[in-house]
């Protein structure tokens, strides 16, 4: 090896060193593509020099480092003529065809290229022939390099040889430093992202609440921000409200949450608790145009609203856990008038000196009694309902009923059921509840306990007459809302006993339905033929359980008399139950 020789090998490894240096350096990836074009015009003696890379949607080939060509050169062929990828290696630009087949592309004289739409830039460039290289990595082709020169020139095989080594070194350079960027750009992201997260957080433990961290979010997306929850109620709003779609959707999710997507025209983020959705956040725009670092700060925010709202639960079922207590008591005989009662009363924002109605609502499904779950939830929306009244009503669960003490603001027979119709829509609507039943009790001050018996009581009778599923006053129940309230089963077990006992004592004894035959008939008209349909039964089975009902009790139920008696009896006995209940359920 020459001494000529000896200085070119001396010079192309220091170049490689170079290249690596910049990478282990930690140079970022613009840096490093213009230190590739650069040594390799040093190195080969060209002109002009540049590195080519696809775009984002890999449709063209955009000049991303360059040595030798101007700054106006490359912003006009990017934005105006950047090279077009086809399809196949068979046509198009140099840079094209040496992308598409993996192999270098020369041309000797521009001019004679046809169609070779960059002929007027490289006039003004000054070039005449250039040489593409494709930039080679173990996944695949990821740009080109290309050389240029002012003249017209024949590239040999030495030359080209020369590049493809050249553009080799700097294929592993350009992908080192692309890991290096993502990563840099993924550290920062994370680092940003924990300091947005850091902010909300700390609005949140300020007291900031939920109108805080919207306003906290609206600041770092620059766009209006609403939260609203599952009742479609809104929570808070930052920078004007965007319209949103009349079907919010919410429900439970399958996978925790959190997930940013689009819905209509908005960007949505499910705020989840105990794997529902409890709330979300909404912003105008198109998920696909956030950028990354606005999409973790999206994310983050539906987690702290979580907390915050998590916070806010926790707060509400201790409150609502000491309402519960104070009832209990005060339906355990407590004197509300009493002082110690009262300061319990008023630290929760009610007034037991007033009257109070006494409203007690039981919510079905199918049919039945609805489980705990669905209980707690129209509880929910009972106390959603008396949060916006004032006085503020007292509400809370009762063994398997809730009750609600409902301060009186007006007079008259009729004045408790708009607040018991107010109540049952409410609870109708929670998840889980099929129908509801509500009981209200005359005004009471004091006599709190007796007022629940007697609404409570209300409810079985209601249940006997087929009146469920609907609001019930003492007046609805005619001569059985006065009985209710003498409040002494004892007495009415007897009186019912006297003509109705030997029925009950057979159908206990003989799993028999007698009783039931009997207030079918009575409320069919006694008719046999419509009271066997109702009981899906022959009509001469009906006659036979009625002849029996007659040696049982004595009653000639052809008898008007006998009828108001049974039927008197029938009303005496359903009082008794529903006070035997309201008794036993205190």
Not at 244 to 260: H, I, W
Not at 293 to 316: F, G, K, N, P, Y
Not at 330 to 359: C, I
Not at 548 to 568: F, H, K
Request: proline share 5%.
């Amino acid at each position: 090896m020459d001494g000529g020789d000896a200085m070119e090998l001396r010079s192309w490894l220091a170049a490689v060193s170079a290249l690596t240096a910049a990478v282990n350096a930690g140079r970022g990836l613009r840096d490093v593509l213009d230190l590739v074009a650069a040594t390799a015009r040093e190195l080969l003696g060209l002109d002009f020099c540049g590195v080519l890379v696809p775009d984002p949607a890999e449709r063209n080939l955009v000049i991303a480092g360059w040595s030798g060509l101007t700054e106006d050169y490359v912003a006009r062929v990017n934005s105006d003529r950047p090279v077009r990828l086809e399809a196949d290696a068979s046509g198009g630009a140099p840079s094209s065809r040496a992308y598409r087949s993996g192999r270098p592309c020369a041309v000797a004289d521009i001019s004679l290229e046809p169609d070779f739409i960059w002929g007027g830039v490289a006039r003004e460039q000054g070039y005449r022939s250039m040489l593409s290289v494709p930039l080679v990595t173990a996944s695949g082709v990821i740009g080109t390099l290309n050389s240029y020169r002012s003249a017209v020139h024949e590239f040999g095989p030495e030359e080209i040889d020369r590049l493809q080594l050249l553009a080799e070194h700097a294929a592993l350079a350009i992908t080192s430093a692309r890991v290096l960027d993502d990563l840099r750009d993924q550290r920062d992201l994370v680092m940003r992202s924990e300091k947005i997260h850091e902010r909300l957080l700390r609005v949140a433990v300020r007291a900031g609440g939920v109108e805080g961290i919207a306003g906290a979010l609206h600041d770092l997306l620059g766009a209006p921000v609403l939260v609203r929850d599952v009742r479609g109620e809104v929570l808070a709003q930052a920078g004007g409200p965007p319209d949103l779609p009349a079907d919010a959707g919410y429900g439970r999710r399958a996978d925790g949450g959190g997930l940013v997507r689009e819905q209509g025209p908005h960007v949505v983020a499910d705020v989840v608790l105990e794997g529902e959705v409890a709330a979300r956040v909404w912003v105008p725009g198109r998920a696909g145009e956030l950028a990354p670092l606005d999409r973790r700060a999206l994310e983050h925010a539906s987690i702290v609203l979580s907390l915050e709202l998590l916070r806010r639960r926790t707060a509400l079922e201790v409150e609502q856990n000491l309402r519960g207590d104070l009832l209990a008591d005060l339906l355990a005989g407590a004197d509300p008038m009493s002082p110690s009662v009262r300061d319990r009363a008023g630290l929760l924002g009610h007034d037991l000196v007033r009257d109070h109605l006494t409203l007690v609502a039981q919510v079905t499904t199918g049919g039945g009694p609805a489980p705990a779950g669905a209980v707690q939830r129209a509880l929910t929306e009972a106390v959603a309902l008396a949060s916006g009244v004032r006085p503020r009503p007292l509400v809370a669960v009762h063994r398997d009923v809730i009750v609600a003490l409902w301060p009186v603001v007006a007079t008259g027979p009729a004045a408790g059921r708009p607040a018991a119709d107010a109540l049952r829509r409410s609870v109708r609507s929670a998840r889980g509840v099929d129908d509801a039943t509500v009981a209200v009790s005359d005004p009471a001050q004091r006599d709190l306990l007796n007022a629940y018996r007697t609404a409570r009581g209300a409810l079985t009778v209601a249940g006997h007459a087929g009146r469920s599923g609907s609001t019930i006053t003492l007046d609805d129940l005619g001569v059985a809302g006065l009985l209710l309230q003498l409040g002494d089963p004892v007495r009415l077990r007897a009186y019912a006993d006297r003509t109705l006992g030997a029925l009950l004592r057979y159908d206990h004894d003989h799993g028999a339905a007698l009783l039931r035959t009997l207030r079918t008939y009575l409320d069919s008209g006694m008719d046999r033929h419509l009271t066997a349909r109702a009981l899906t039964l022959h009509p001469n089975t009906v006659s036979q359980r009625l002849r029996r009902i007659e040696a049982l009790t004595g009653l000639d139920l052809r008898s008007s008399q006998a009828v108001v008696d049974a039927r008197a009896a029938l009303i005496v006995l359903d009082v008794a139950e529903g006070t035997d209940a309201a008794h036993d359920r205190v």
